[in-house]
Every structure is written in structure tokens, then in C-alpha cells.
């Protein structure tokens, strides 16, 4: 069976959660792609290289999940021959045998315009940056910056912006559990596999 669920949003929307979620309720294989760019970041030097060299030890470095490597990660991904490097992997797992979830900034958009199910997942910037901070911990002040900035980026870069597909379900989860914005996710699932 060829089925995508394609995620996208916002830094700290919940995306991870909904996705690996769904994941394991049906089987399907996941990919977090936002890890994808934080390893091109975070290996330094020339992005474009680090893009066309990455393999699957990269993406298991422990310092990819700090703001610093969010950071680092946007800035390469708004290059346009970085999104492409990538964008094979991406699309073949996609639409891999046994069903897949990616959750990402592009993937109902670029990725895979295809997919069965496309779920656009935000919340306030204010709700997002206190779940972050929850992470990481510090300034949270300074983390709402950096979310702020990153959003700014995302949404404002030429190649693959940040944008919900017209067909995307819109979750909102600003006033909303974890629980309830999974809840919702399956549904869509459920409802599309009949
Ligand atoms: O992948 P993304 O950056 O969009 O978000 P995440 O890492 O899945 O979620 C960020 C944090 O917010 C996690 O600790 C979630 O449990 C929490 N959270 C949420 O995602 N959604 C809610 N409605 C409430 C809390
Ligand atoms: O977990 P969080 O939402 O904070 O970030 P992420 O999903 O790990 O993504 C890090 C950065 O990678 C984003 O701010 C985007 O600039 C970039 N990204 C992208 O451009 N396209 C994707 N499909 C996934 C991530």
C-alpha cells in the first residue's frame, strides 16, 4: 500500500509528536526532515557539500535537536540546490511500500503534492516558544525570538516557503492538549483509509 500523511507547520507546533504518533498507531515509517537540515547545518563548511554527502550517521549526532542547530538549519534550507540535494530521499520515502509519514515545512507542498492525507499543524508563536522552552530550557524570551525568527525565514524564503497546501486539514493547537491534536490527526487517517 502507497499511503503519505504529509505534516507541516511551524517550529514547535507539534508536528514530531502527531507524526511518530501516527507512525506507530498504523504502521507506517516516519521521517522527521527538519533533522535532515539541521545535519546539513550542523556539519559546517560549504551546505551544499554538506547536503550531497549526508548519510545516515549524520542524522544521529546529538546536538541536532538545540535552538542552535534550528537556527543553522534555516538558514541552510533556504538555499535552493540544498532543498534539491534532499528532495529525492524525501520523495522516494514518501511514497515507499507500507505507508509513510513525514512531517516537515514542504512536504504537502513539494515534496509530496500527492499524499493521501496533508495536516497543517500551528499554534501562536507565544504557545509555541513556551513549549520549546519547556525543551531547552534557558531565556524564554530569547526563545521567542528564535522562534519568531525562524518563522520569519521559513515563511518569507523564495524556494519551498512555508505555507499550508490548499487541501491541508489546518489544526490549530494553540488552546489544545497533545492528546486532542493527536485525536484529530488520527481521525484524518482513519477517515481517508476508510
Ligand atoms: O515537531 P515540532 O517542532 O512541530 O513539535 P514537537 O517537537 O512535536 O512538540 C513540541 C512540544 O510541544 C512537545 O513537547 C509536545 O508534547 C508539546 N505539545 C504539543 O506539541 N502540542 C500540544 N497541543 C501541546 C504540547
Ligand atoms: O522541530 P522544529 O519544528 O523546531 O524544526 P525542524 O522541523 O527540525 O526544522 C528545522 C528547520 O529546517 C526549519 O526551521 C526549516 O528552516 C528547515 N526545514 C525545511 O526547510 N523544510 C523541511 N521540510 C523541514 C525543515
Do not use: N
Amino acid at each position: 500500500m502507497i499511503f503519505t500523511v504529509a505534516i507541516d507547520g511551524p517550529a514547535a507546533a507539534g508536528k514530531g509528536t502527531i507524526g511518530r504518533t501516527l507512525a506507530a498507531r498504523f504502521g507506517f515509517a516516519h521521517l522527521d526532515t527538519g533533522l535532515l537540515y539541521r545535519a546539513v547545518g550542523a556539519k559546517g563548511g560549504d551546505p551544499l557539500a554538506a547536503a550531497r554527502s549526508l548519510v545516515p550517521a549524520d542524522l544521529e549526532r546529538g546536538d541536532l535537536r538545540s535552538q542552535e542547530a534550528g537556527q543553522a538549519a534555516s538558514r541552510v534550507a533556504a538555499i535552493p540546490e540544498v532543498r534539491a540535494a534532499l528532495a529525492a530521499f524525501q520523495k522516494d520515502f514518501a511514497r515507499r511500500e507500507g505507508g509513510a509519514v513525514l512531517d516537515g515545512r514542504d512536504i504537502g507542498t513539494v515534496i509530496c503534492p500527492e499524499a493521501e492525507v496533508k495536516l497543517y499543524i500551528t499554534a501562536s508563536a507565544e504557545v509555541r516558544a513556551h513549549r520549546r522552552w519547556l525543551e531547552v530550557g534557558g531565556d524564554e524570551a530569547k526563545v521567542l525570538a528564535e522562534v519568531r525568527e525562524r518563522d520569519a525565514r521559513d515563511m518569507g524564503r523564495a524556494d519551498a516557503p512555508l505555507r499550508p497546501a490548499g487541501d491541508a486539514l489546518q489544526l490549530d493547537t494553540s488552546e489544545m492538549s497533545i492528546d486532542e491534536a493527536v485525536a484529530k490527526a488520527v481521525s484524518a487517517v482513519e477517515a481517508r483509509l476508510g
